[in-house]
Nanobody, 121 residues
């Protein structure tokens, strides 16, 4: 059974940092593309970052230069380091897997339960 479990969300002030984790079981993340997708209240899901099995990465313009995606194959865990957070980054953040990175969130097969990130003073 495939399971993805996100952690690391919380409340942070503007300009602060958080690191989200996505721990996987039932599949090897090094063979997958791993995406981070977020959904703010009243908005569509938005893919913000992805890392392919060959470690190529993708970032949405809204987070480029502030966020970094990476994974630790030994721990079968992916991470999203988020710096210089803004109030507009407030959302539920999901990790998900697919055969390859895609801009369409619906191309992702397995999803975690999500973790809330709130950026507010």
């Amino acid at each position: 059974q495939v399971q993805l479990v996100e952690s690391g969300g919380g409340l942070v002030q503007p300009g602060g940092s958080l690191r989200l984790s996505c721990a996987a079981s039932g599949l090897s993340l090094d063979l997958q593309a791993i995406g981070w997708i977020r959904q703010a209240p009243g908005k569509e899901r938005e893919e913000i970052s992805c890392i392919n099995s060959n470690t190529m990465t993708y970032y949405a313009d809204s987070v480029k230069g502030r966020f970094a995606i990476y994974r630790d194959n030994a721990k079968n865990t992916a991470y999203l380091q988020m710096n210089a957070l803004k109030p507009e980054d407030t959302a539920v953040y999901y990790c998900a897997t697919a055969a390859g990175c895609s801009l369409d969130p619906y191309d992702y097969d397995y999803w975690g339960q999500g973790t809330q990130v709130t950026v507010s003073s």
